[in-house]
């Protein structure tokens, strides 16, 4: 389903109260209504953010997805993330580590020089840290667009190759990932690393 992306009246909290009543009610949304629903960035400026997740979550199980959620699924199968690009390779994928650099889809991939920096200060200032060789997103984004049966996947993938590594303290650059490790990993699985 093409999605485009108007203007910011698309955004406006009618749109967001419409949308969640009639996913509740009928169970359906035709292409403008998705266009609608995902046009809010989940802010939450205008008190609406929880319902839209939650009326993302509905279409999601219903089958009513839109075309970058579908790219970006795919992008995470198979090449670990968001972006689509050819997966980093820079770390070791046996390592065994207390704190991990988490470096993230979009320092990564799009800015690697903030990326760089923190490395440069983690450094300079004596932290020991391990990193990933094969890193796979945090699914923060998967939760956002309303996947979450893929993103407890990733999820569950990721925590259990930080506990084999022996993680403890994730320090990571992006706030996507820190929300995501704060909100859907803290306590999962037995996993209770200390956020940075």
Do not use: W
Not at 38 to 43: P, R
Not at 106 to 120: D, G, N, R, S, V
Not at 173 to 191: L, R, S, T, W
């Amino acid at each position: 389903m093409k999605t485009k992306y108007v203007n910011d009246e698309d955004c406006s909290p009618l749109n967001s109260l419409y949308c969640n009543l009639k996913i509740k009610i009928s169970g359906a949304l035709n292409e403008h209504d998705l266009r609608d629903l995902y046009s809010c960035n989940l802010c939450n400026d205008c008190r609406l953010g929880g319902l839209n997740h939650t009326a993302r979550k509905i279409a999601v199980s219903k089958g009513l997805e839109v075309d970058h959620l579908v790219q970006i699924r795919e992008n995470i199968k198979e090449q670990g993330n968001s972006y689509g690009i050819s997966r980093a390779q820079n770390g070791d994928d046996e390592f065994k580590c207390k704190t991990l650099l988490f470096k993230g889809c979009t320092p990564t991939y799009q800015t690697p020089e903030i990326l760089k920096a923190a490395e440069y200060l983690l450094k300079s200032q004596g932290v020991e840290y391990g990193v990933l060789g094969d890193e796979v997103c945090c699914g923060n984004i998967l939760f956002n667009l309303g996947d979450e049966d893929f993103g407890r996947e990733v999820l569950n993938e990721n925590i259990a190759r930080f506990k084999a590594a022996g993680v403890e303290r994730i320090i990571t650059i992006c706030p996507g990932c820190y929300h995501a490790f704060n909100k859907y990993y803290a306590g999962k699985e037995g996993f209770h690393p200390d956020i940075v």
